[in-house]
């Protein structure tokens, strides 16, 4: 496998293991950053495109907004510096960009900048679950609340509550878990979004659940309206439908499609993936590796 060799800091790249951040500034001592994980995915003639692009500097602009930033990062520029980072590092399979905004002076809480920048290209293995599925366990803890850390906005100091369930997942014996919002509510896993399939209905909680307003979830129900004609049923779900469901998978960036066999050690369906699961995942990377046409303006070549 690949390795990175250069990074990128405020535009300028620099060796991998040179990068560095003073232990003081707002975005180690108050968690002020926001970020993205992007893909770059390598196509059959060897050519690489970047895979909705601008929609993640979207996300991140309106973080940098929510959170105050000084200074805004466009998206045609950034274009530009994550062609370079990614051609600098010679990859030879996909690549994961790992671009974090954040405050990197020294000063108070409220201090807004001065506001700086990186993006690490690296290699990631596929999510070791891709194919036979993973276990969740429902967590104790409970999703953040919108008017106490906005979820929706992609920031570090929000992964403190998807650590702390990840790792009593892992205590308790789980490959996973899910998150209920403060109400009782089904809401994400740690660090993807949730669909189930019951009697044939395509179902995700909604956007007000508490969750990341995720760019692989909106592909996902993009994909399945368009081919299927049918709607996705974004809405509220109880814990107790859970067990209800016939299939169930996670989503994300660094995921992708994942499929979820058990939830609470009750079997999902069948206990394996199933044929929506499976559906969607072949569409997907259809879509993301260029196999079918760009009918969305998904891809930005590298």
């Not at 993301?288 to 891809?299: E, M, S």
Request: charged content about 25%.
């Amino acid at each position: 496998m690949w390795q990175p060799s250069r990074i990128m800091v405020d535009g300028e790249l620099i060796a991998f293991d040179q990068a560095c951040i003073h232990p003081l500034s707002l975005a180690v001592a108050y968690a002020t950053t926001v970020f993205e994980g992007i893909r770059a995915y390598r196509h059959a003639d060897g050519r690489y495109t970047l895979f909705r692009l601008h929609d993640h500097v979207r996300r991140l602009q309106i973080g940098m907004k929510v959170m105050r930033f000084d200074g805004r990062l466009e998206a045609d520029r950034l274009a530009e510096h994550l062609s370079a980072l990614i051609r600098a590092n010679e990859p030879d399979d996909d690549v994961y960009v790992r671009l974090l905004v954040y405050i990197k002076g020294i000063g108070l809480m409220a201090t807004r900048g001065p506001v700086g920048w990186t993006a690490a290209a690296m290699p990631r293995d596929k999510p070791k679950f891709a194919e036979k599925g993973m276990q969740l366990g429902v967590s104790s803890w409970s999703r953040l609340a919108d008017n106490a850390s906005p979820p929706r906005i992609k920031a570090t100091a929000n992964y403190h509550n998807a650590r702390l369930t990840q790792l009593q997942a892992q205590s308790d014996g789980y490959d996973g878990a899910l998150m209920l919002t403060p109400g009782g509510k089904v809401s994400e896993a740690p660090i993807a979004c949730f669909f189930m399939v019951r009697d044939g209905r395509l179902i995700t909680p909604s956007l007000s659940s508490n969750i990341l307003e995720s760019i692989t979830r909106d592909t996902i129900v993009t994909l399945y309206e368009a081919t299927t004609g049918r709607r996705v049923e974004q809405r509220e779900v109880d814990r107790s439908e859970l067990y209800f469901a016939d299939e169930a998978f996670v989503c994300g960036t660094g995921q992708e499609i994942v499929p979820v066999v058990g939830i609470d050690r009750l079997p999902v369906g069948d206990g394996v993936p199933g044929p929506v699961t499976r559906e969607l995942q072949r569409q997907y990377f259809e879509v993301v590796r260029g196999i079918v046409p760009d009918a969305h303006g998904w891809h930005t070549p590298v």
